[in-house]
């Protein structure tokens, strides 16, 4: 079974600038969760969809927002970039939300 | 803001030694799940131990909950190099169905 796949790798952006960032689940898991992993804050968690539904949404500003594909793939997007959003996001998918999560990668995001 | 606290925030061993991890928590959970996590890598999912268990074993780990303490410790037994990695507690609550992760122990296993 394939892993869940995260894209880009790497992204360099300038201030200002918008992105959106792409999560392939493992086939069959109906729950995306992203977060975001910095030196100083840790995890943070982004939101979850399940069923192309947010179900949940944590502490984060109205530039980061997502969606979720009726095939459970999941994108999320930052607008307005700010150097703070340096970090690696990390996508995961589970069958639900209380069940173990599975990493992708991550997709090292660099503003400038 | 994070839920689960880990201590040590670094551990360092020899190989072959034990290595524990601890971590607190604070509010209710259904769950409680250990990760690890290699440099700039994504997390691996170790082991889950529900509200109702106090002791788990999964090959050379051994994780207790102490619910009343609102505390958890992964123990790995014989660690090699291998297991040189970051490792993160993260509480699964029900009532806000979200899952919140510790600020991690980073492992040192010296050859």
């Known amino acids: 079974k394939a892993g869940v796949t995260q894209t880009p790798r790497y992204l360099i952006k300038t201030r200002g600038q918008q992105v959106t960032l792409s999560c392939s689940p493992i086939?069959?898991?109906?729950?995306v969760s992203w977060y975001q992993q910095t030196p100083g804050q840790g995890l943070q968690f982004l939101f979850e969809y399940f069923s192309e539904t947010q179900r949940n949404k944590g502490n984060f500003p109205g530039r980061f927002s997502g969606r979720q594909f009726s095939n459970s793939r999941s994108e999320m997007n930052v607008s307005t970039l700010e150097l703070g959003d340096s970090a690696l996001y990390l996508c995961a998918s589970s069958l639900d939300s209380d069940s173990p999560l599975h990493f992708g990668n991550g997709t090292r995001l660099t503003v400038t | 803001s994070q839920q689960g606290e880990e201590d040590p925030q670094a551990l360092s061993i020899q190989e072959g030694e034990n290595a524990t991890m601890n971590c607190s928590y604070k509010?209710?959970?259904?769950?409680l799940q250990w990760y690890r996590q290699n440099s700039g890598r994504g997390l691996v999912h170790l082991i889950l131990i529900r509200s109702n268990e106090r002791e788990k074993h999964s090959g050379r780990l051994r994780v207790t909950l102490d619910t009343s303490k609102k505390s958890s410790s992964l123990l790995i037994t014989a660690s090699r190099a291998a297991d040189t990695a970051s490792y993160f507690c993260a509480a699964f609550s029900g009532s806000a169905r979200q899952l919140t992760f510790g600020s991690g122990t980073q492992l040192t296993v010296l050859p």
């Open positions: 086939s069959g898991h109906r729950s």
């Open positions: 509010t209710s959970i259904n769950n």
